[in-house]
């Protein structure tokens, strides 16, 4: 398996307040992706990046910021959490064209109250 | 723009059974990738089975084939010999090889003892 955590695993917070997902990978690949699942919708890109401080938008962008210092880390914030952002968010690592298929995290269920 | 279309949201399987799943595209690139992915109720995303589409011969990764038509652009999953363990949501996914990932919505598949 592709190692990839998501920390934290499960959180719950209130509208309003400020928060931070990370993605940690050990396998040196230099694209990391951040989704977001809802029941209807598949899997729906908010921020991807290609290196390290290298990162762009995807089309569910709004809300949310990302940070690449290191290869290895990945990190989602929401800024002001909202009840919308209710969701399970997943990271993605690829890095094409040697691995074209992507490896993804574990997922974190994510509620805003 | 390019478009996954799974237009199955839910389909069922008796045990032992042969099931297939639809999934078809749209893209104007000549050269791309095509992906199963199954999401059992543990929510890992895990990869069922890749195709090159310069690859003119079928992916089969032992109980799982695809049937890849280019030209239709169509791009369907067949389960043979269907398990308990087989049931979960499955996705497919289209990349032409770039950061950019399209996922169909899903069709979620039941497998009847």
């Known amino acids: 398996d592709a190692g990839i955590t998501q920390s934290p695993r499960h959180k719950v917070t209130e509208t309003g307040t400020p928060v931070t997902l990370r993605c940690h990978q050990t396998e040196n690949h230099r694209y990391m992706y951040w989704y977001r699942q809802d029941p209807g919708h598949g899997l729906r890109l908010i921020h991807y990046s290609y290196g390290v401080k290298d990162t762009d938008k995807g089309e569910v962008s709004d809300g949310y910021s990302v940070s690449r210092s290191k290869t290895e880390d990945f990190l989602l914030t929401l800024e002001s959490a909202t009840s919308s952002q209710t969701s399970v968010y997943f990271c993605?690592?690829?890095?094409?064209?040697?691995?074209?298929?992507?490896?993804f995290g574990p997922g974190t269920r994510l509620t805003v109250l | 723009a390019q478009t996954v279309t799974q237009s199955q949201p839910e389909m069922s399987v008796q045990e032992a059974e042969t099931v297939t799943l639809s999934c078809t595209y749209d893209?104007?690139?000549?050269?791309?990738?095509l992906f199963w992915y199954k999401q059992p109720p543990s929510r890992q995303m895990i990869l069922v089975i890749r195709?090159?589409?310069?690859?003119?011969q079928n992916a089969t990764e032992n109980r799982f084939s695809v049937n890849f038509q280019k030209a239709a652009k169509s791009f369907s999953l067949k389960i043979s010999d269907s398990q308990l363990g087989d049931a979960a949501m499955y996705f497919c996914?289209?990349?032409?090889?770039?950061?950019?990932?399209?996922f169909g919505t899903g069709t979620r598949l039941k497998v009847l003892a």
């Open positions: 893209t104007s690139e000549s050269d791309y990738y």
């Open positions: 996914v289209f990349t032409s090889g770039t950061y950019k990932y399209i």
């Open positions: 993605a690592i690829s890095e094409p064209p040697r691995y074209n298929e992507q490896f």
């Open positions: 195709q090159e589409a310069y690859k003119q």
